[in-house]
């Protein structure tokens, strides 16, 4: 069983969806209208995180993030996302991106749910204020960050994701060389464009296939254990 642990179903169609059947999704939200679809997406069988991206921080308003938290609360949503802080695309609110990510870490503490993050530029950020929340279960989605945080990050108990964009971003190869084994997943943050290559869930296969070759490893020893890293991280 093949999982992609961070990707945007909102954005595709209903027909693309209905190509990664058979791939479990696990699947973030931007914003108030993007939360509703995921949402929406349940019937389909989708595991569903809701939230505001930093990158839609600066105009959210109040309210909005208000009327996220009370869906996360009333629909009993298992996973909250995607959310965090990024210093490096968005810094001029990162001020606002504390004040909602805070928001998003309180209620994750009060009941007990997994957050699927994102930390460009904000990576020590980000660790420090998910311990100081004391929250249980973390993902922090396509890790290109420091490698000596790893190991905190895996004390703390915290997952990272391995993207299909480890073909060919240096950075991110050497994340997946050191990462703990029993802390990492695959994701695809489909659909999304990087430096040609066009990632949606379909990319799945191929990224295990990648990491069997980084950790010299049987493609299915690979693919069974990002599943059951999956199924921990997200109670699956
Ligand atoms: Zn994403």
């Excluded at 990510?101 to 009941?111: D, G, M």
Aim: proline content about 5%.
């Amino acid at each position: 069983m093949l999982v992609d642990s961070h990707c945007h179903c909102h954005e595709f169609k209903d027909e693309e969806l209905a190509e990664f059947r058979g791939i479990g999704l696990v699947a973030v939200s931007d914003d108030l209208q993007s939360s509703k679809r995921t949402l929406a997406l349940k019937a389909i069988g989708v595991y569903p995180c809701l939230g505001i991206h930093p990158w839609q921080v600066g105009k959210a308003k109040p309210e909005e993030l208000a009327e996220v938290l009370r869906m996360i609360e009333k629909e009993e949503v298992p996973c909250i996302g995607e959310v965090g802080l990024d210093k490096r695309f968005v810094p001029e609110t990162y001020e606002k991106q504390r004040e909602f990510f805070s928001a998003f870490l309180r209620l994750a503490k009060e009941y007990g749910l997994v957050l699927n993050v994102h930390a460009p530029d904000a990576w020590r950020d980000v660790v420090e204020a998910l311990r100081k929340a004391d929250v249980d279960r973390a993902l922090i989605h396509w890790y290109t960050g420091p490698l000596d945080l790893l190991e905190e990050i895996g004390a703390l108990g915290y997952y990272v994701s391995v993207n299909p964009a480890v073909k060919i971003q240096q950075k991110h190869r050497a994340v997946a060389e050191a990462v703990r084994r029993d802390l990492v997943v695959a994701e695809s943050d489909g659909p999304y464009e990087y430096r040609g290559m066009r990632l949606t869930p379909a990319m799945i296969g191929e990224t295990i296939g990648l990491l069997a070759e980084v950790w010299k490893e049987p493609r299915d020893v690979v693919e069974e254990r990002l599943y059951t890293n999956a199924a921990r991280l997200f109670r699956l």
